[in-house]
């Protein structure tokens, strides 16, 4: 090759490559060229050209097409098979009006074509107006693959995201169509992933990410599973969005192959991740569904893998779930369910039933829960346990609040206007968006609407509204207080149990837990609980209620305690608002003799 020149330019300049057999022809091209800024190789025939396009990877190449050895048309040709060789600009040299040269340029792929005698002004614009062009053709196709990149993968892991996983699935689908193969789809989420990036950071979230994708690809790559028949299979991992992955297990002789697999997932993910300093443990829910039992589509498929691995976080986490049909089913009653909630709310399908709240002292009713209750056309009576969660889930939970506030309202005014004493109501206030339901505001609306006194009213909070401890919370509650009416807290030592809640808050009422009192005459330790309770709660002038008393022998323990007020079966179920008001009426001791 000692006939490379090789000049002193800047390595950044384009490196053209002159081909031509005629060394005056190459010198005077080499020297318009270097002036114009180029950096110029010389071959000086058609093979000289491709080995060095190999080594040397030009940026243009100018070809004369008359040459012993290889012609600069044959040169061309072998130039555009050869890898990189697409797309370089290729500039042949033709003689002047030799038409067919420059028809058999075009057809060898040249980018276009000079005449002889060559212009020399002309030359350097001519490359300079080729590489420009071959420039923009590049930057066409570096567009074209980011937006493939975009479209298809997953910038965090450099996984496929889930387009590319579905077109995917489905031709692994469809080539299995005629064999007796499975292809098994694995939905892996991982178990509270989003406590990693509330607390350390979205920074180390997406580190987790990329080790446990890394740790997945390692586990299925190399822990060599083969199927029944010693076959290794093959898998294709992907990452959906947020925390999940979804893997595909295409040539499957037995399903329960593809468990084996998520079962080695597990074991992989158990062994914890140190990142930035960090020691975090990762567990993931796995559900698998199979085709074709499962499914016969690749959409179908992984809804299917999905719902399983709802069940298997339902399960207890860690662990992985086949898809059955039953599941299926169970979706979509859940779906009916959800349905026939939506309408309840809306048509205010509700009924307020009244629990009265029982002195401890005289029997006397010093006050009543208001319980919902829903009696659904076709299921019955659905219970509060059922309804409230998905009221919650759905996003619902301002409006029904809005209708328990008013429907409380409208009947103690039917009491007072009965010529009843007026009595404390408590509501049960949900802790989902309890600040931004603008609970105040509502209450005084109704309170004012039915010219009720405030302080008949009671609102029940759960442990996890005060746990917040947020400002917006303590300002809400304040307003409360400030409106005259009375807070209590419900379910009391189930939850948080912190005295440091009661403190910071404006609270009247504890509500010990039907939990403690269940077993208060076998317990001591139940006992020793309820009794500390009692008189925490009484050294912070706050009044105590025992829900849940069913017996006697609870009532009396309770009352000796010093519990002020009780609550539960032994006195009365939660009864609809006429009966209730007839208890009321009659004046009686709900403490039976
Ligand atoms: P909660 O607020 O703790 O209500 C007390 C629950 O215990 C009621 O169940 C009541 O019927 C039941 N109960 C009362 N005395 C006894 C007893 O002696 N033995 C037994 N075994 N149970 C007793 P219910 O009505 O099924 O309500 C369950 C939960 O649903 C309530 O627990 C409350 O958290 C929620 N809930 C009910 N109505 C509403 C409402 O209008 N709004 C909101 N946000 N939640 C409600
Ligand atoms: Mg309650
Ligand atoms: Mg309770």
Same mark, same amino acid.
């Given at each position: 090759?000692?006939?490379?020149?090789?000049?002193?330019?800047?390595?950044?300049?384009?490196?053209?490559?002159?081909?031509?057999?005629?060394?005056?022809?190459?010198? %005077?091209?080499? *020297?318009?060229?270097?002036?114009?800024?180029?950096?110029?190789?010389?071959?000086?025939?058609?093979?000289?050209?491709?080995? %060095? &396009?190999?080594?040397?990877?030009?940026?243009?190449?100018?070809?004369?097409?008359?040459?012993?050895?290889?012609?600069?048309?044959?040169?061309?040709?072998?130039?555009?098979?050869?890898?990189?060789?697409?797309?370089?600009?290729?500039?042949?040299?033709?003689?002047?009006?030799?038409?067919?040269?420059?028809?058999? #340029?075009?057809?060898?792929?040249?980018?276009?074509?000079?005449?002889?005698?060559?212009?020399?002004?002309?030359?350097?614009?001519?490359?300079?107006?080729?590489?420009? $062009?071959?420039?923009?053709?590049?930057?066409?196709?570096? @567009?074209?693959?980011?937006?493939?990149?975009?479209?298809?993968?997953?910038?965090?892991?450099?996984?496929?995201?889930?387009?590319?996983?579905?077109?995917?699935?489905?031709?692994?689908?469809?080539?299995?169509?005629?064999? $007796?193969?499975?292809?098994?789809?694995?939905?892996?989420?991982?178990?509270?992933?989003?406590?990693?990036?509330?607390?350390?950071?979205?920074?180390?979230?997406?580190?987790?990410?990329?080790?446990? *994708?890394?740790?997945?690809? $390692?586990?299925?790559?190399?822990?060599? =599973?083969?199927?029944?028949?010693?076959?290794?299979?093959?898998?294709?991992?992907?990452?959906?969005?947020? +925390?999940?992955?979804? =893997? /595909?297990?295409?040539?499957? !002789?037995?399903?329960?192959?593809?468990?084996?697999?998520?079962?080695?997932?597990?074991?992989?993910? *158990?062994?914890?991740?140190?990142?930035?300093?960090?020691? =975090?443990?990762?567990?993931?829910?796995?559900?698998?569904?199979?085709?074709? %039992?499962?499914?016969?589509?690749?959409?179908?498929?992984?809804?299917?893998? +999905?719902?399983?691995?709802?069940?298997?976080?339902?399960?207890?986490?860690?662990?992985?779930?086949?898809? @059955?049909?039953?599941?299926?089913?169970?979706?979509?009653?859940?779906?009916?369910?959800?349905?026939?909630?939506?309408?309840?709310?809306?048509?205010?399908? &509700?009924?307020?039933? &009244?629990?009265?709240?029982?002195?401890?002292?005289?029997?006397?009713?010093?006050?009543?829960?208001?319980?919902?209750?829903?009696?659904?056309?076709?299921?019955?009576?659905? #219970?509060?346990?059922?309804?409230?969660?998905?009221?919650?889930?759905?996003?619902?939970?301002?409006?029904?609040?809005?209708?328990?506030?008013?429907? $409380?309202?409208?009947?103690?005014?039917?009491?007072? +206007?009965?010529?009843?004493?007026?009595?404390?109501?408590?509501?049960?206030?949900?802790?989902?968006?309890?600040?931004?339901?603008?609970?105040?505001?509502?209450?005084?609306?109704?309170?004012?609407?039915?010219?009720?006194?405030?302080?008949? !009213?009671? %609102?029940?909070?759960?442990?996890?509204? !005060?746990?917040?401890?947020?400002?917006?919370?303590?300002?809400?509650?304040?307003?409360?207080?400030?409106?005259?009416? #009375?807070?209590?807290?419900?379910?009391?030592?189930?939850?948080?149990?912190? !005295?440091?809640?009661?403190?910071? &808050?404006?609270?009247?009422?504890?509500?010990?837990?039907?939990?403690?009192?269940?077993?208060?005459?076998?317990? @001591?330790?139940?006992?020793?609980?309820?009794?500390?309770?009692?008189? /925490?709660?009484?050294?912070?002038? /706050?009044?105590?209620? *025992?829900?849940?008393?069913?017996?006697?022998?609870?009532?009396?323990?309770?009352?000796? /305690?010093?519990?002020?007020?009780?609550?539960?079966?032994?006195?009365?179920?939660?009864?609809?608002?006429?009966?209730? #008001?007839?208890?009321? @009426?009659?004046?009686?001791?709900?403490?039976?003799?």
């Amino acid at each position: 090759m000692e006939d490379v020149v090789s000049t002193t330019s800047h390595p950044t300049e384009p490196v053209i490559l002159i081909v031509d057999d005629d060394l005056p022809a190459r010198m %005077l091209m080499r *020297a318009s060229l270097q002036k114009g800024g180029f950096k110029v190789i010389e071959a000086q025939n058609g093979l000289e050209a491709i080995n %060095l &396009f190999e080594t040397e990877k030009p940026d243009a190449i100018l070809m004369d097409v008359m040459m012993p050895e290889l012609d600069g048309f044959g040169a061309c040709r072998a130039i555009r098979s050869l890898d990189g060789g697409e797309h370089t600009p290729i500039l042949m040299v033709t003689g002047l009006d030799d038409l067919e040269s420059i028809n058999r #340029s075009y057809d060898s792929g040249a980018t276009d074509f000079i005449t002889k005698p060559i212009n020399w002004a002309v030359l350097n614009y001519r490359v300079k107006y080729m590489l420009r $062009a071959s420039q923009a053709f590049f930057d066409v196709i570096d @567009k074209q693959k980011k937006i493939q990149e975009l479209a298809f993968f997953d910038h965090l892991t450099g996984l496929a995201n889930r387009t590319l996983f579905r077109e995917s699935l489905t031709d692994t689908i469809t080539a299995s169509l005629n064999e $007796a193969k499975l292809v098994a789809v694995l939905f892996i989420d991982l178990d509270r992933f989003k406590t990693i990036n509330d607390t350390l950071g979205h920074h180390v979230g997406d580190l987790v990410l990329k080790n446990v *994708a890394e740790r997945i690809t $390692a586990t299925i790559r190399t822990s060599r =599973i083969f199927d029944n028949s010693h076959r290794l299979i093959e898998n294709y991992l992907s990452r959906p969005g947020g +925390d999940e992955f979804i =893997i /595909m297990l295409p040539g499957l !002789l037995d399903p329960e192959d593809s468990g084996r697999i998520a079962g080695r997932i597990n074991d992989a993910l *158990a062994t914890p991740f140190h990142i930035e300093g960090h020691e =975090i443990f990762i567990s993931s829910s796995i559900g698998i569904s199979i085709y074709p %039992l499962d499914g016969c589509d690749a959409e179908e498929l992984m809804k299917h893998a +999905d719902l399983a691995m709802d069940h298997a976080k339902d399960k207890g986490r860690n662990g992985f779930q086949y898809f @059955k049909k039953s599941l299926n089913i169970k979706a979509r009653e859940r779906l009916e369910f959800e349905n026939d909630i939506r309408k309840a709310v809306s048509a205010e399908e &509700f009924e307020l039933y &009244f629990q009265p709240q029982v002195n401890m002292a005289d029997g006397s009713i010093s006050g009543c829960e208001a319980l919902t209750r829903w009696q659904h056309q076709t299921r019955g009576a659905v #219970s509060p346990g059922q309804f409230i969660p998905i009221i919650e889930e759905l996003g619902l939970v301002g409006s029904f609040t809005d209708w328990v506030i008013k429907a $409380a309202g409208q009947h103690q005014k039917q009491w007072k +206007d009965q010529g009843l004493n007026s009595i404390n109501i408590a509501i049960n206030v949900s802790s989902k968006q309890f600040v931004q339901q603008g609970i105040p505001e509502k209450i005084s609306q109704v309170l004012q609407q039915h010219d009720l006194a405030p302080e008949f !009213l009671e %609102l029940e909070l759960t442990e996890s509204v !005060l746990a917040q401890q947020n400002t917006e919370t303590f300002a809400t509650l304040n307003r409360l207080k400030e409106m005259g009416l #009375s807070i209590s807290v419900d379910d009391f030592g189930t939850g948080y149990s912190s !005295l440091v809640y009661l403190k910071t &808050f404006p609270i009247d009422i504890v509500k010990i837990d039907r939990f403690f009192i269940k077993d208060i005459c076998t317990s @001591k330790q139940d006992a020793s609980i309820v009794k500390a309770i009692v008189a /925490m709660a009484r050294s912070m002038k /706050m009044r105590v209620i *025992a829900e849940g008393i069913e017996t006697l022998e609870q009532f009396e323990i309770l009352r000796d /305690m010093g519990c002020d007020i009780g609550q539960g079966y032994l006195f009365s179920k939660a009864v609809p608002a006429d009966q209730f #008001s007839k208890m009321l @009426k009659s004046g009686q001791s709900l403490i039976p003799l």
